[in-house]
């Protein structure tokens, strides 16, 4: 189902004849073509014209031109100019440094620079711990790819996945006050991707990996994890898990069901399918069943890659078979995959008061209008249903309560106390099948993540300080 979206957005500058009707011609045109009219702004009138721009909502880029087409067909009008409004977001990228210090005396430039700086220097290196206090670590995150499982888009290489690093990094300044980077990397390489990260990890207090296709991106968070003492994240694994069980648990106490008693059907074994899986089984989930587009992920296959033969026998699944009829008798199904996963048919097998998380972008798995009255609770990963499940709920809130105890890493119960704290945003009052999970602009979620993590962080050891010594986040 096609939606109108702003992402989709398109200002036409037009001039029309200053007759009776000119406009309304134009938006009937507009009208026709399917077109959604969003904002008209009068730019000046001239002798027998006047100039307007029309901002109008399309449904994809194809219906944009469409659009486009249509006003350029329509008597009396001159489309002079068109502008994506995508796009103009985008020029001069979306993020830039500001200084924290003004530079205007020659007092400030000696103290910002040489030669007052060198004191400072020389205290970082008698003391490395005071980087802490006295550079950009204490509150700075390297967003990390190689531009090879970008958004949907696959391989489409570094330069091209800088506008998701951007947005990324624009996301945490916004949501979490955290300052982040986007480094962009110029190899696939493992070995020169874990290198190259190891090396400019000291200027940062934390490492979002990002859109680093599987199974590279397991070896590699892996293997940073193990040589770094700051936290390494791969959100497209560990952020999706954290949301996927926020929206899990509420959607539980929707349907009254227990996390140790449900069956769990996931479709999709790559990264965001094993750490949502194993996110699950930490909160208490007994029975996952994983399959691929092959069927059932268990310990008989013999085509199995070791990421997915691993899997296997961390479930252990007692059935065979196909994705639908894995979905005999479930109670839960989270798809990470494609559409047509599952059908409409296997979800009708599922136990009464299913819950359907159907995330696959731009389509889910199934759409929820095939399978409303089947399930109680339907998520998905868009922003034009409910329940959109989103990693932004996330990433901001864990790194800010990780970057306030100056965290060693992110352990899997500060993982499973940010999906709790998500789902606590929900009172009981407010909580419903169609609202499991909080918008991502409730700024109590990212205080709710970030002292949930810092507690948990503590807990596990890996504070270099204490929570309550940690600054307020914002």
Same mark, same amino acid.
């Given at each position: 189902?096609?939606?109108? =979206?702003? =992402?989709?957005?398109?200002?036409?500058?037009?001039?029309?004849?200053?007759?009776?009707? =000119?406009?309304?011609?134009?938006?009937?045109?507009?009208?026709?073509?399917?077109?959604?009219?969003?904002?008209?702004?009068?730019? %000046?009138?001239?002798?027998?014209?006047?100039?307007?721009?029309? $901002?109008?909502?399309?449904? /994809?880029?194809?219906?944009?031109?469409?659009?486009?087409?249509?006003?350029?067909?329509?008597?009396?009008?001159?489309?002079?100019?068109?502008? /994506?409004?995508?796009?103009?977001?985008?020029?001069?990228?979306?993020?830039?440094?500001?200084? !924290?210090?003004?530079?205007?005396?020659? /007092? /400030?430039?000696?103290?910002?620079?040489?030669?007052?700086?060198? %004191?400072?220097?020389?205290?970082?290196?008698?003391?490395?711990?005071?980087?802490?206090?006295?550079?950009?670590?204490?509150?700075?995150?390297?967003?990390?790819?190689?531009?090879?499982?970008?958004?949907?888009?696959? @391989?489409?290489?570094?330069?091209?996945?800088?506008?998701?690093?951007?947005?990324?990094?624009?996301?945490?300044?916004?949501?979490?006050?955290?300052?982040?980077?986007?480094?962009?990397?110029?190899?696939?390489?493992?070995?020169?991707?874990?290198?190259?990260?190891?090396?400019?990890?000291?200027?940062?207090?934390?490492?979002?990996?990002?859109?680093? =296709?599987?199974?590279?991106?397991?070896?590699?968070?892996?293997?940073?994890?193990?040589?770094?003492?700051?936290?390494?994240?791969?959100?497209?694994?560990?952020?999706?898990?954290?949301?996927?069980?926020?929206?899990?648990?509420?959607?539980? %106490?929707?349907?009254?069901?227990?996390?140790?008693?449900?069956?769990?059907?996931?479709?999709?074994?790559?990264?965001?399918?094993?750490?949502?899986?194993?996110?699950?089984?930490? +909160?208490?989930?007994?029975?996952?069943?994983?399959? @691929?587009?092959?069927?059932?992920?268990?310990?008989?296959? $013999?085509?199995? $890659?070791?990421?997915?033969? %691993?899997?296997?026998?961390?479930?252990?699944?007692?059935?065979?078979?196909?994705?639908?009829?894995?979905?005999?008798?479930?109670?839960?199904?989270?798809?990470?995959?494609?559409?047509?996963?599952?059908?409409?048919?296997?979800?009708?097998?599922?136990?009464?008061?299913?819950?359907?998380?159907?995330? +696959?972008?731009?389509?889910?798995?199934?759409?929820?209008?095939?399978?409303?009255?089947?399930?109680?609770?339907?998520?998905?990963?868009?922003?034009?249903?409910?329940?959109?499940?989103?990693?932004?709920?996330?990433?901001?809130?864990?790194?800010?309560?990780?970057?306030?105890?100056?965290?060693?890493?992110?352990?899997?119960?500060?993982?499973?106390?940010?999906?709790?704290?998500?789902?606590?945003?929900?009172?009981?009052?407010?909580?419903?099948?169609?609202?499991?999970?909080?918008?991502?602009?409730?700024?109590?979620?990212?205080? !709710?993540?970030?002292?949930?993590?810092?507690?948990?962080?503590?807990?596990?050891?890996?504070?270099?300080?204490?929570?309550?010594?940690?600054?307020?986040?914002?």
């Amino acid at each position: 189902m096609s939606h109108h =979206s702003a =992402s989709f957005s398109i200002t036409l500058r037009v001039r029309l004849e200053d007759s009776p009707g =000119s406009f309304a011609a134009l938006a009937r045109e507009i009208a026709d073509a399917g077109g959604l009219l969003d904002a008209i702004d009068l730019v %000046r009138v001239e002798p027998g014209s006047k100039v307007r721009d029309v $901002t109008v909502l399309a449904t /994809d880029a194809a219906h944009a031109d469409a659009i486009i087409a249509s006003c350029r067909a329509v008597p009396g009008v001159e489309v002079e100019a068109v502008s /994506d409004r995508t796009f103009l977001l985008h020029l001069g990228g979306k993020i830039h440094m500001d200084a !924290n210090a003004p530079v205007k005396t020659r /007092d /400030d430039l000696s103290m910002a620079y040489t030669p007052g700086v060198a %004191r400072v220097c020389r205290a970082i290196a008698d003391d490395p711990e005071k980087a802490w206090n006295l550079t950009v670590k204490r509150n700075t995150v390297a967003v990390v790819t190689d531009g090879t499982a970008v958004l949907g888009l696959g @391989d489409i290489g570094p330069e091209a996945a800088m506008p998701v690093m951007e947005g990324k990094a624009l996301l945490f300044k916004e949501f979490g006050g955290v300052d982040a980077w986007p480094l962009a990397l110029a190899t696939k390489d493992v070995d020169q991707i874990v290198a190259t990260v190891e090396a400019i990890a000291p200027g940062f207090g934390g490492i979002n990996l990002e859109d680093i =296709s599987a199974p590279r991106c397991f070896e590699i968070e892996e293997r940073l994890r193990a040589s770094l003492d700051i936290p390494v994240f791969h959100d497209d694994q560990h952020g999706t898990a954290v949301v996927v069980l926020a929206a899990f648990l509420n959607a539980l %106490r929707v349907v009254g069901k227990r996390v140790e008693d449900v069956k769990v059907v996931v479709t999709g074994v790559g990264a965001a399918g094993v750490a949502v899986s194993n996110t699950l089984m930490a +909160a208490g989930v007994r029975r996952i069943v994983g399959c @691929d587009s092959k069927g059932v992920v268990h310990p008989g296959r $013999t085509d199995l $890659t070791d990421v997915k033969r %691993r899997f296997a026998e961390a479930t252990a699944p007692i059935e065979t078979g196909s994705a639908d009829e894995a979905l005999a008798g479930a109670d839960v199904f989270v798809g990470l995959s494609q559409p047509g996963a599952v059908s409409v048919e296997g979800i009708r097998t599922m136990a009464d008061d299913a819950i359907v998380f159907a995330m +696959a972008n731009p389509t889910p798995e199934v759409l929820p209008e095939e399978i409303a009255g089947l399930a109680a609770v339907i998520a998905t990963g868009r922003s034009d249903y409910p329940n959109q499940i989103n990693n932004v709920l996330a990433f901001p809130g864990i790194f800010r309560g990780a970057l306030d105890v100056r965290a060693t890493s992110i352990t899997k119960a500060m993982e499973v106390a940010a999906g709790h704290a998500i789902a606590a945003v929900i009172g009981p009052d407010e909580l419903s099948a169609d609202y499991i999970v909080p918008s991502v602009f409730n700024r109590d979620v990212v205080a !709710n993540v970030a002292a949930a993590v810092a507690a948990a962080a503590e807990a596990d050891g890996v504070a270099r300080r204490k929570p309550e010594l940690a600054p307020v986040p914002g």
